[in-house]
């Protein structure tokens, strides 16, 4: 039989068995089965799973996937255009950055100084990269696949139009006044207001988030001193510490 069982799927796909798992829990995929019951994958399993491994990497929300594959074959030749797509992207992107790098070298070779746009250019090539892999590192050590999976699903709801770049800076700036604002009493009428204000901008976050949302972000950011040093978050420890002494005093005050 042209198979192979789902430990050999995650070996050569890089994929968990935990996450295999999920997406048949979810519909997603539909391994064959053994008398026994053990899990295997022909061509066309394996098909589906490449579909809805491309598709959530183009940024599909699983409820979305689990609809665009019901009862519908794999179209496999429109699957690897789409895909072929994406490298291709990627590889103007990368063909973009080896250019700047080239160019760069070139010049410092020949002993001509570089100028402060290349070097900004240098930085933001490399930030934006350097921070997109941090981040999926650092999530990946607090949030599980299925988790991650979940929150995908929850992306579908946001507002259109909203704008990451400024959400970001907003809560920059607000974690920038609360630690200018420190020490304060967590029960003051400063405090409060401050924690209204954080509650206020995590609007869009908790207008969409399940309680494993709620916890998950509230594991990753108790965690920070152990991530900090490798990626900037938007508020320091100090900062997140008032925040949850800010509303267990709103707690107590209310009981």
């Known amino acids: 039989m042209d198979a192979i069982d789902i430990s050999e799927v995650a070996r050569r796909t890089g994929l968990t068995s935990r996450a295999l798992r999920f997406y048949e829990a979810r519909g997603l995929v539909r391994p064959l089965r053994t008398e026994g ?36 074959s794999v179209d496999l030749a429109r699957l690897v255009e789409a895909q072929l797509t994406e490298v291709e992207a990627r590889a103007a992107e ?45 999530t990946d050590r607090y949030i599980t696949p ?59 976050f908790t207008d969409i988030a399940t309680p494993e949302m709620m916890a998950g972000a509230s594991r990753l950011y108790d965690n920070m001193g152990a991530w900090q040093h490798e990626q900037k978050p938007p508020f320091s420890m100090k900062v997140w510490e008032f925040i949850k002494a800010a509303g267990a005093a709103r707690g107590q005050a209310a009981a």
Do not use: H
């Open 37 to 72: 019951g053990r899990r295997w994958f022909g061509p066309g399993e394996m098909a589906r799973l490449n579909a809805v491994v491309a598709l959530k990497r183009a940024g599909f929300a699983l409820s979305a996937i689990a609809r665009m594959l019901d009862g519908k």
């Open 94 to 138: 990368l063909a973009q950055a080896r250019t700047l790098l080239l160019s760069v070298q070139s010049r410092i070779d020949r002993g001509e100084p570089i100028d402060v746009a290349t070097l900004c250019s240098l930085i933001r090539q490399g930030n934006m990269s350097m921070e997109a892999e941090n981040w999926q590192r650092i």
């Open 146 to 204: 299925e988790e991650k999976a979940r929150w995908a699903d929850q992306v579908d709801k946001v507002p259109p139009g909203f704008d990451q770049a400024d959400y970001s800076r907003k809560w920059t700036e607000l974690g920038e006044r609360i630690e200018r604002a420190l020490p304060l009493d967590p029960a003051s009428e400063q405090a409060q207001a401050l924690l209204d204000e954080w509650k206020a901008l995590l609007k869009p």
